[in-house]
């Protein structure tokens, strides 16, 4: 289930935090519950992308981009993402969250999330999003002219490029392996 207080406890929680420029350090502090947890007893691979939102949402509320896409009609939808995760969350333990913008290009914004326990980054987030309108993709220069920054994108890490590119040569749809066709095929009448 989606932790709906405590996304709404993250929200109340920074409604008069100063405002963030676009490219400014969301910083924010958690507990791993015993329901983020999976059967090894350790924070949730699924539950970690989820409580990631916990972060990205007030990030975004704080440089404006929540007031922007609501005037404007338009969503924002994670558009794709690679985690890696090296050190393990167990229940009760406190983390903090560091969320931020690191670029754009035509059609995506790019940020990276990490999560902090003493001093330790236990994983590490790029994440590929998109604004949509009612004509799809909004291009991020369109956003970032709604929120009163006239500005181009820093250039990206190599290691942000690399993963773009790699994530460019996958194939869509994924190819369907043999014994796996009559799963997926078509079975509307």
């Known amino acids: 289930m989606y932790p709906l207080i405590r996304f ?9 935090a100063p405002k963030l420029g676009p490219l400014d350090t969301h910083v924010s ?11 090894w007893i ?50 009760f333990h406190r983390f903090t969250m560091l969320s931020r913008l690191i670029g754009w290009d035509h059609r995506f914004i790019y940020m ?28 991020p220069s369109e956003v970032f002219l709604a929120l009163g920054q006239e500005m181009e994108s820093p250039e990206l890490p190599q290691w942000a490029t690399a993963w773009i590119e790699a994530d460019a040569q996958r194939p869509w749809p994924p190819v369907v392996p043999d014994d796996a066709r009559a799963a997926v095929a078509d079975k509307a009448p």
């Open 8 to 16: 709404a406890k993250e929200m109340i929680k920074f409604r008069n």
């Open 42 to 91: 350790e924070l949730n691979n699924g539950r970690t992308l989820t409580l990631y939102d916990l972060g990205r949402i007030p990030m975004a509320s704080r440089t404006g981009l929540i007031h922007v896409l609501r005037e404007k009609g338009w969503g924002i939808t994670v558009a794709g993402n690679s985690t890696r995760y090296r050190r393990r969350i167990r229940v």
């Open 112 to 139: 990276e999330q990490s999560m902090w326990r003493n001093g330790e980054c236990c994983n590490h987030m790029l994440l590929r999003s998109a604004v949509t309108g009612p004509n799809g993709i909004v291009a």
């Open 29 to 39: 502090t958690h507990m791993c519950w015993p329901w983020d947890l999976d059967p």
